[in-house]
């Protein structure tokens, strides 16, 4: 089963770590998606402090350090469920605090016509692994 997931994942930590393995244990492949750095600065208000391209490999790295079979993928700049469409995956897994538009990603679900459960995945340490907590004392991976 193909498992996706999504994230900017700025600066990798335990937690993103651990929302990634989680991810992994409900299928046989792993989809991140990256997000766009322009989407980053849309929605959060600020631009990552790592461009996408090297969050993408930092991310390609993790998932083989974590002995996952998955690849890490740029998202669609404009159609944030572009990618949803394009790998019909069988499960999303969300993290604990992920702010998702449910409705829509079921509407874009339903509409396309294929079976995939939303998952929320549970948090690792979020005292002390949270991107926004600690973005200026994250080493890099």
Not at 6 to 30: I, M, R
Not at 96 to 115: C, H, M, N, P
Request: net charge positive.
């Amino acid at each position: 089963m193909r498992v996706m997931v999504f994230g900017t994942f700025d600066w990798l930590h335990p937690g993103h770590l651990s929302y990634l393995s989680q991810a992994g244990k409900f299928g046989e492949e792993l989809i991140v998606i990256i997000a766009r750095d322009q989407n980053v600065l849309q929605i959060k208000g600020r631009q990552p402090q790592q461009d996408e391209k090297k969050r993408r490999g930092a991310i390609s790295l993790a998932l083989k350090e974590l002995g996952l079979s998955g690849r890490a993928v740029l998202g669609a700049r404009k159609d944030r469920w572009q990618v949803v469409r394009k790998y019909q995956p069988g499960i999303i897994g969300l993290g604990y605090d992920q702010a998702v538009d449910l409705k829509t990603l079921r509407s874009v679900i339903a509409t396309e016509g294929f079976f995939c459960k939303i998952k929320r995945l549970k948090p690792y340490y979020p005292e002390k692994y949270k991107s926004s907590y600690g973005r200026d004392n994250f080493i890099e991976k």
